[in-house]
């Protein structure tokens, strides 16, 4: 190799005009960091491959290249240690294209998967650029793809201004998270956004005063690392983005320049301004899976590199698929988890997001044979981890293949999406039998999950909806799923909803059932916002979002998904309801109770007294479908009595005595607004001896020191 300098030589220069016209020389390079890596004079390629036999390095003159500029053969004397690949190119730097090309043994069965004819991404990518004659199909035929393939791109952080923002570390038990879609809160004409900025990390910026007013402390992105929108069935295209191709980089079509290094700074702009708005950021990473699929699938990275690394397979070579996306990560081998962890370090340290929501966390619970581990390496890596320390980490505690982990997830700092909350929350209010006391024990926490793990109450991340299922609105609106859109019979998305249309399926004019549905909202959300834990609302909840019954909306990048703009106004209740309801959140804070005191010490320390129709009667039957509790909040010192009617009729309920304060009506679900709810310090007296609560409705009262 003419252009490879051993080491203690002088560096030799090799003329190339095709790459930006400079004059490139290469080094020996270093292992250690992998990837690429800036540096003053050039740039130092770093890449894993323990079974390669060889490694091509491809320099381009810029993403729409159909053949490289300048191509290295790795010496594996001079350019390989132990089981890595490295060179360093000078006279490179920020936005040089890139990408390898690797040989092997094809050996399925042994988890080798090498194919020296694909172009492969660099796994540590900051960036990755698609051809514009990028194929998905090409790269799953035989041959070559190299005039349609990914490629990456080498980027320099050093240079942007963050200007002194800071992040704004709220506890759990101020948070409230909006969980959105990046394109889809702005992409509505509707929303106002200037035309170039709908669907992007600019147009967030321009709608964080609503997200202010709304009350919202954090917002829980759905993925924003680079996905393979093509991942989806012909003619569609995958819209939610649980479809990576890699960890590193920024989803390019979520910048305004559609440029993968335009949508790095841009993300950071919106990082900068929702901190400043002192909102935090938390993404939702997917680390179960990627968008290589099964074996059949194509390769764009981590197969073509060391596939059993990456994959977990079965004896023949079959890829084991517990995340129902066709691939599972071998997330506790010692080259992936730490790749998962120089990940997380990456978007925390150089992106500066305040969280993470890992998608199917209990695949990352798995061993090399797919098997639940007790002590899994890489989630007490990530509990444990000092950069991480400052975070917030959610585990959707559940995976594809029946695991279900919601309440026993490993680890100290992991905080749970609560999908027992999210189902019994949904059955008590529908008024399905035997749900009042797995009712109560979900707006305390859940303590029949929590407690005997000694978890503490920050643990339970409440939802009733999230993007995977109905929408709040849909929940009220449709006895079953309608996902015929998605060119799939019908036969995708979970079927158990717990939903009820009240009468007609999906729209109506009938004022009557709209009533209903829109009182049953308020009484799932004015839940969500008084039980302990953390709440978190699905994008566009507050105003009644719909799809129109399509439960599994993932490729449908149009208006069904969107968030149409105009809802604010014609919901104006409701979203002035969960206005209200914010606020009454932070006028009654939920105690920010010691992260190592236990659920049930915390229950123990509150005064908490049951009821029903009559005070300290309590129905906990079978058939009973109302509740009421009254409570002493421990900081304030008011009084909270909370009614709660899943019954189909009115019950008259006798008002606890109250000696030295009266009863102020703080909401009351059966009234229209604005009489529905009240700022804490407006509560009307309420001075008779009981009150009667329509059916299905919910009261709460507040008794003032």
């Not at 089981?83 to 094809?106: D, E, L």
């Not at 989803?251 to 993968?260: G, T």
């Not at 421990?634 to 909370?642: A, F, G, H, R, S």
Request: charged share 20%.
């Amino acid at each position: 190799m003419d252009n490879v300098v051993p080491a203690g030589e002088q560096k030799s220069r090799v003329a190339n005009t095709d790459v930006a016209n400079r004059d490139i020389f290469t080094w020996i390079g270093e292992a250690s960091p992998l990837g690429a890596t800036a540096k003053d004079d050039g740039v130092n390629f770093s890449l894993y491959s323990k079974d390669a036999t060889k490694v091509t390095l491809h320099l381009f003159h810029h993403q729409h290249a159909d053949a490289p500029s300048m191509s290295f053969e790795l010496d594996p004397i001079l350019h390989k240690r132990g089981h890595y690949w490295f060179m360093f190119v000078g006279n490179i730097g920020h936005g040089q294209v890139y990408a390898f090309q690797v040989n092997g043994p094809w050996q399925p069965d042994k988890g080798l998967r090498f194919d020296k004819d694909k172009v492969l991404i660099d796994p540590y990518s900051h960036a990755v650029c698609f051809s514009e004659n990028y194929s998905r199909q090409r790269a799953i035929e035989p041959g070559s793809n190299m005039d349609a393939c990914m490629k990456s791109i080498v980027v320099d952080h050093r240079h942007f201004d963050w200007q002194e923002s800071r992040a704004p570390s709220h506890s759990l038990t101020d948070t409230v998270i909006y969980e959105m879609h990046v394109a889809g809160f702005t992409k509505h004409p509707s929303s106002g956004v200037t035309e170039a900025k709908r669907g992007t990390f600019a147009g967030i910026i321009e709608k964080i005063p609503y997200l202010k007013e709304l009350g919202i402390t954090a917002v829980e992105l759905m993925p924003v690392q680079q996905f393979d929108i093509h991942d989806a069935p012909e003619g569609r295209q995958n819209y939610w983005g649980y479809s990576p191709i890699n960890f590193f980089s920024v989803h390019a079509q979520y910048s305004v320049e559609q440029n993968p290094i335009a949508a790095i700074d841009e993300f950071k702009i919106l990082v900068r301004e929702l901190h400043k708005a002192d909102i935090e950021v938390i993404l939702d990473v997917v680390f179960n899976h990627t968008a290589e699929g099964d074996e059949n699938g194509p390769t764009f990275c981590f197969k073509g590199l060391q596939s059993k690394a990456y994959y977990l397979t079965e004896g023949s070579g079959k890829f084991a698929n517990y995340s129902g996306c066709g691939n599972t990560c071998n997330a506790n081998h010692s080259v992936l988890r730490r790749m998962i962890i120089d990940a997380l370090h990456f978007w925390v340290t150089e992106m500066r997001v305040d969280g993470f929501r890992f998608d199917l966390a209990s695949v990352l619970a798995r061993d090399g044979q797919g098997h639940p581990m007790k002590e899994p390496p890489l989630l007490w890596s990530i509990d444990s981890d000092p950069i991480l320390s400052g975070t917030k980490i959610i585990a959707e505690a559940w995976d594809a293949a029946g695991l279900y982990q919601v309440g026993s997830f490993i680890g100290d700092r992991w905080n749970e999406w609560n999908g027992k909350y999210r189902d019994d929350i949904r059955a008590f209010w529908r008024g399905d039998s035997g749900c009042v006391e797995t009712f109560a024990s979900r707006i305390l926490g859940s303590p029949d999950i929590y407690c005997s793990h000694h978890h503490s109450p920050h643990r339970s991340v409440n939802f009733i909806c999230a993007h995977d299922g109905f929408t709040l609105n849909d929940l009220v609106s449709y006895n079953q799923k309608h996902n015929y859109a998605n060119g799939e019979d019908n036969r995708d998305g979970d079927n158990h909803n717990i939903s009820c249309n009240y009468g007609v399926e999906g729209p109506t004019q009938l004022a009557e059932i709209d009533t209903m549905r829109n009182r049953q909202c308020k009484n799932m959300l004015a839940t969500l916002f008084l039980s302990l834990g953390t709440p978190m609302i699905n994008m566009g909840d507050e105003v009644r979002r719909t799809q129109q019954g399509n439960n599994n909306a993932y490729c449908q990048d149009n208006e069904l998904s969107w968030f149409d703009w105009q809802l604010v106004e014609q919901h104006a209740d409701l979203h002035r309801f969960v206005k209200q309801l914010s606020q009454i959140r932070r006028a009654e804070p939920t105690i920010d109770w010691n992260m190592h005191m236990s659920l049930s010490s915390v229950i123990k320390s509150v005064d908490i007294n049951w009821h029903g129709v009559q005070p300290n009667q309590p129905d906990w039957s079978e058939y009973s479908h109302s509740l009421a509790l009254t409570v002493n909040h421990p900081l304030t010192k008011n009084e909270l009595y909370v009614i709660c009617n899943a019954y189909w009729d009115p019950l008259e309920f006798t008002l606890p005595n109250r000696e030295q304060s009266d009863w102020h009506l703080l909401i009351n679900t059966g009234q229209a607004s604005p009489f529905d709810i009240y700022d804490i310090d407006d509560a009307p007296a309420y001075n008779p001896d009981s009150i009667l609560v329509l059916g299905r409705s919910m009261v709460v009262m507040v008794a003032k020191k």
